[in-house]
């Protein structure tokens, strides 16, 4: 099967969604949260942040490395100049990375030297690292119709649209849907699904799925395939790509591995992305991309909607 079929060859083309094309029904209307709070908001992590790369960052340099005991004297620093000293803690100093890295955009005089990763390598070190952008934009391509083939028992207690589905049930419709095989051309299986697990030289790796692909005619030697997911509100995030790649790497040698991500978006367009396997965070490339419209049928919808499970 070839990228440019379709899937439902009878259903209408869409337009790829821009954020303001966000769905307007009162039923269906998702919550929208900002994508990240900004990091100059906060008054406890920013300054810590900003102490750490201030006394380390070099001219020239392409990384800034530290300890969680560079941070918990950041810390301490930034308590003996404040006016509200208890208002600042380093009984968890971890926090502060994990906040800066993962929660919020790091702070403009970071960001306007060029260094837009903050990353953990290895058991309490981390570092700032020069890359174009901490997020990878959703590429834009043609919408390729695809019938929704999720069973009833399962379809009518995920929401109406794939813009209000979280990551686990946008990877269960997908699955249903055959998109992966479609994408990547091979016949695809789970392996496992939310795996967090501890990674020499990065730390803890997060992933959403491990899928196996096989290709016919090659005696069924695996490809492996680390998964990110994001709902519609969330970015794809380069430091996230990289560890599963670095997960995948580590606990399946010698496999090919291809790092992929699904993206939702305000008018439930589902994109699936394909990375190179790059060195570091910064050198992650999007290698091919395509774009879905899954069309719920008449039926599903009026039984999710007789279903009416509640929010979740």
Same mark, same amino acid.
């Given at each position: 099967? *070839?990228?440019? =079929?379709?899937?439902? /060859?009878?259903?209408?083309? #869409? ?5 303001? @094309? &966000? %769905?307007? !029904? ?40 530290? *300890?969680?005991? =560079?941070?918990?004297? /950041?810390?301490?620093?930034? #308590? ?5 000293? @208890? &208002? %600042?803690? !380093? ?40 890359? *174009? ?180």
């Amino acid at each position: 099967m *070839s990228d440019e =079929d379709d899937l439902d /060859a009878t259903a209408p083309k #869409r337009r790829r969604a821009t954020k303001a @094309d &966000a %769905i307007t !029904s009162a039923a269906a209307k998702p919550k929208v949260k900002s994508l990240q709070s900004h990091g100059r908001n906060s008054k406890v992590y920013v300054p810590v942040i900003l102490k750490l790369f201030q006394d380390r960052w070099r001219p020239g340099a392409a990384t800034v490395v530290f *300890s969680l005991d =560079d941070v918990r004297t /950041a810390v301490e620093a930034v #308590r003996a100049g404040s006016d509200n000293p @208890d &208002a %600042i803690s !380093s009984r968890n100093p971890a926090d502060v990375v994990y906040r800066m890295r993962s929660r919020t955009i790091l702070p403009a005089e970071i960001l306007d030297k060029g260094f837009h990763i903050l990353r953990a390598v290895g058991r309490g070190r981390y570092q700032f690292e020069k890359a *174009s952008s901490g997020i990878i934009d959703t590429p834009v391509n043609e919408i390729t119709p695809a019938i929704d083939q999720t069973p009833m028992p399962v379809r009518r207690l995920l929401p109406e649209t794939m813009a209000e589905m979280d990551e686990q049930a946008l990877l269960s419709v997908v699955g249903y849907c055959n998109l992966l095989d479609h994408f990547t051309g091979m016949k695809i299986y789970r392996l496992r699904s939310h795996v967090r697990k501890s990674v020499p030289g990065v730390g803890q790796a997060e992933l959403d799925a491990i899928d196996v692909g096989i290709a016919a005619g090659e005696d069924e030697i695996p490809v492996i395939f680390p998964i990110e997911a994001k709902a519609v509100s969330d970015e794809l995030n380069r430091v996230q790509i990289f560890n599963m790649i670095q997960y995948a790497a580590h606990y399946y040698p010698g496999l090919t591995v291809r790092p992929l991500a699904l993206k939702v978006d305000y008018q439930s367009a589902v994109h699936l992305i394909e990375f190179n396997v790059a060195a570091r965070p910064g050198d992650l490339r999007v290698v091919r991309s395509a774009s879905y419209a899954i069309n719920t049928s008449e039926a599903q919808i009026a039984m999710i909607r007789a279903t009416n499970v509640p929010k979740q």
